[in-house]
């Protein structure tokens, strides 16, 4: 082989046929540049595609906050009950439909003002001021209730909740209340206390007595009446036992008997029971016993109202003393005395008279008194004093002649008295006379 030179003064190898492409030759140190910059490559790639795939869930987060945060603020401003805020400074921040419907304030209306002085009754800002400070604090009241004052100057009832709110760091931000309206069942209930109120009045100043007893007998109401006639406070008489501690000795087993029976609602109307007083005097009443149920128609108790009859039993016993006395001394007079209803039928008859006639009261009784005491030829003139008598016409000193029972005459000389019940209506004629007989008898020998 020989060799020849270009004519560039370059040895260069002669080869015969077609010429085959040259191999660059490959160092160490361009093999590990080339394999750094591949893996740099790769390496920003897959950086790349976290930072993607990061801010396309950190954008996801974001929008689903989002969309969460204005679900909230619609479940807020659309929630059927009121839901209202204030911010750190006691400025309303949030005030829901609810609360503007009910207040009658819009949510523009209502924004940046203070909460307590310009929505709460007068009367109550004080401790709803002092429920939010505490809620300020972080510590939440339930179920306390509050009075707004609407824009037509209605008051509306509130039963709220009160939240301390917190931003995302747990500092305390302010305090949002979720209420329900009350506003109805809040005057159902003030209505039903205030006639409770005026019906406690009405039993406590009361010109009747007025008492009762639970299901064991003893007083669980006491009105001023009731204290001023026996004398027990209110204080001394509740709690003790109604039969035993109030009530006389000889009465106290029918009274029993009438509260028992009103315990099983058997009511009892105008029964008489008497007092003993702390003067130890007695009271006599006329009571009207009533069953007292609760609002589950549960019985409960006995409930008297009661009318003061002292001064009326006293009378009546007065008056029957009297009649008791004037009937001792009609049985027992020395002279005779007898009497007629309207009928002429006897209805008063005497022991004297009955010593005389030889008929006892009981044979005397309810027997025509002319046609069976008196004799046949006096009969017609006896009969027309009688008769005289029953209307209104009295006689005095008028001689009649009685038929024994042993068939004798006995001569009496009669006053004939009309007899009048307490309305002035005549009853009858009572004759009250003396026994002339032996007189008479004088006379006629003469």
Known sequence: MR??????????????????????????????????TAATTEDERNNNNKRHRSNASSDSAVNSSRIMAHELRKLVDTANAPIFGIDINGNVNEWNFKTAEITGYSREEAFHKPLVSTFISPKLQQSVQEV???????LETSNYELEFETKSKETRYLLVNATTRRDTENKITGVVGVAQDVT??????????????????????????IFGIDVDGN????????????????????DKHLVSTFIVPKLRESVQRVMDNALQGKETSNYELEFCTKSKDIR????????????????MGVVGVAQDVTETAKHDRAVAAMANELRQLVDTANAPIFGIDVDGTVNEWNDKTAEITGFSKEEALKKPLVSTFIVPKLRASVQSVMDNALRGEETSNYELEFRTKSDEIRYLLVNATT??????KIVGVVGVAQDVTEAAKHDRAV
């Open 3 to 36: 060799q020849s030179k270009c004519s560039g003064g370059s040895d260069v190898n002669q080869h015969s046929g077609p010429s085959k492409p040259s191999t660059p030759s490959v160092t160490p140190s361009t093999t590990t540049a080339a394999a750094t």
């Open 284 to 299: 006599h009443l006329l009571v009207n016993a009533t069953t007292r149920r609760d609002a589950n128609y549960n019985i």
């Open 132 to 138: 939010l400070d505490m809620a300020l604090k972080g």
């Open 219 to 238: 007083v669980n109401e006491w009105n001023d009446k009731t204290a001023e006639i026996t004398g027990y406070s209110r204080e001394e008489a509740m």
């Open 419 to 424: 007899r009048r019940d307490a309305e002035n």
């Open 184 to 209: 109805e069942a809040a005057r159902h209930d003030r209505a039903v206390a205030a006639a409770a109120h005026e019906l406690r009045q009405l039993v406590d100043t009361a010109n009747a007595p």
